[in-house]
């Protein structure tokens, strides 16, 4: 026996996704934006396949990307050296983000916290790490967006149309 309401789930996530890859795709183009990798795993990052708490799990998980941005963001400019200050970094973000009650999205603010903290050789740091931070911010801005989108009574309304729920006798 097929479980509908899992394979609803699942196509409702995959079409979350999509979206966000398009919708990155696509403003990337319209501002002339060429560094999209981390805009895009921001996005992925925020997007949650469950839809009863989606709304608020995308909230908790920009927090704690907001908190890995800024741990990384800080760090970085405080010292140079990549091996200690991302250790550190890594250490400080997963304290902060248990005081903060944001354990769920705590690989989120990892995540971020490396992101922020890469970059390629020859670059400035400060250069980069602004960039970075402005992506991963952009990025989960347009994840909670997507989120609101696919979670608000009219896109469940037309997502129901479309797919049918199994217990509302769309067998």
Sequence with gaps: MVDKARIRRILIYAAKCVTGVLMVLGLSRLVNYDDIIWVLISVMLVLSPDGSDAVTLAVTR???NAVGGVVGFLL???HPNMIFMMCTAVFVTVVICNLLNLEA???TALAAT???MTHEAGEHLW???VARVLSV???CLLGL?????FHNRYTKQTAEM????PDRGGE
């Design 62 to 64: 920009i927090k704690a």
């Design 76 to 78: 970085i400019l405080l």
């Design 105 to 107: 999205a705590t690989r």
């Design 114 to 116: 490396i992101i922020v």
């Design 127 to 129: 250069d980069t790490a």
């Design 137 to 139: 911010l952009a990025g």
């Design 145 to 149: 967006l997507i989120t609101f989108l």
């Design 162 to 165: 479309i797919l049918p729920r």
